[in-house]
């Protein structure tokens, strides 16, 4: 188990340079100059200018700013945005409550995901398999439940409070949700006519035994798996749902920092994103081994 694991992290390496210099390259390639845009309708002093220039390594070539930053990572200095704070200070603000926001949806589509599904696989073909409402609730919810009934609010204040999120976090997860759900019931049936199934059934086992232990737990490797790869994915996904709701996270940040060509910005955003998304896949499989005891990282 240790020497897969310190596998998996040595492989971290070449994803997170990869990653950080497509990134980097790719706002490099932006056109405009984000110094002369800082002016906005004013005119450009020169001499200003060129000082930012310097100060932020933009008067340098493209490889001589990236091991630059590379280099401010390992130093744990990832330099200043374009508005002079610290770009530390600025991930420590917006990060969590993108994670709030995250994981609030990912158990929403985790816990309904999977019961729905399981109720569904175990009742194949009857009213409740083919009655579940999934993608025509998420587009109402803003108006309905924000707007119209007032039971939850429509806009994220500028604290973003767990309630503040609830409503962002269900339209959030509703894209997943039903995936989830599809996947399970899927899952469900084929584990419901396996052997093993049967065999428990035979030997006298209880409907909620044969359920929870051969059944659900087996049905929940493929649920895991998505659901790990979809920590990430909504983590970085939000920026479309974080405008609707005007929540203070990644999505409104990694935006401005785009629209402003603030490359060190924009790699260090995605940089976490990429590290969060590949340890939430190692973690993914090491429930494995306890999901299925016939999975081993011995070698």
């Known amino acids: 188990m240790a020497t897969y694991i310190l596998k998996r992290?040595?492989?971290?390496?070449?994803v997170f340079l990869g990653a950080t210099l497509l990134v980097y390259f790719l706002v490099f390639s932006l056109p405009g100059d984000p110094i002369v845009a800082?002016?906005?309708?004013?005119?450009?002093?020169?001499?200003?200018?060129?000082?930012?220039?310097?100060?932020?390594?933009?008067?340098?070539?493209?490889w001589i700013q990236y091991l630059l930053y590379?280099?401010?990572i390992f130093t744990f200095d990832l330099g200043q945005d374009f508005s002079g704070r610290p770009i530390a200070a600025v991930l420590g603000e917006v990060f969590p409550v993108t994670a709030r926001l995250a994981v609030m949806a990912l158990i929403f589509e985790a816990v309904f995901g999977i019961i729905f599904g399981l109720i569904a696989g175990l009742r194949k073909g009857k009213f409740f398999d083919a009655t579940i409402p999934?993608?025509?609730?998420?587009?109402?919810?803003?108006f309905t439940i924000g707007v119209q009934l007032g039971w939850a609010k429509p806009t994220v204040s500028s604290a973003a409070t767990v309630q503040d999120l609830i409503l962002p976090a269900i339209v959030l997860g509703l894209g997943s949700f039903a995936y989830v759900l599809r996947l399970t019931r899927t899952?469900?049936?084929?584990?419901?006519?396996?052997?093993?199934?049967?065999?428990?059934?035979?030997?006298g086992l209880s409907r909620f035994r044969v359920v929870r232990v051969h059944i659900l737990r087996n049905s929940l490797i493929p649920v895991i798996t998505f659901l790990g790869a979809d920590l990430g994915a909504l983590m970085g996904g939000a920026i479309v749902t974080e405008g609707i709701f005007n929540v203070p996270g990644v999505g409104n940040r990694l935006y401005r920092a785009v629209t402003q060509g603030e490359g060190p910005t924009v790699v260090s955003i995605v940089t976490v994103l990429v590290l969060i998304y590949v340890v939430s896949n190692l973690l993914v499989d090491l429930l494995y081994a306890w999901l299925d005891p016939r999975i081993r990282y011995d070698a």
């Open 38 to 62: 800082l002016f906005g309708d004013k005119p450009v002093n020169e001499a200003v200018a060129a000082r930012l220039r310097e100060q932020y390594h933009l008067d340098q070539p493209f």
């Open 70 to 72: 590379l280099k401010g």
């Open 9 to 14: 992290f040595l492989q971290l390496i070449p």
């Open 134 to 142: 999934i993608f025509v609730l998420g587009f109402l919810l803003q």
């Open 187 to 203: 899952s469900v049936i084929e584990n419901m006519n396996a052997d093993y199934v049967r065999t428990a059934t035979a030997k």
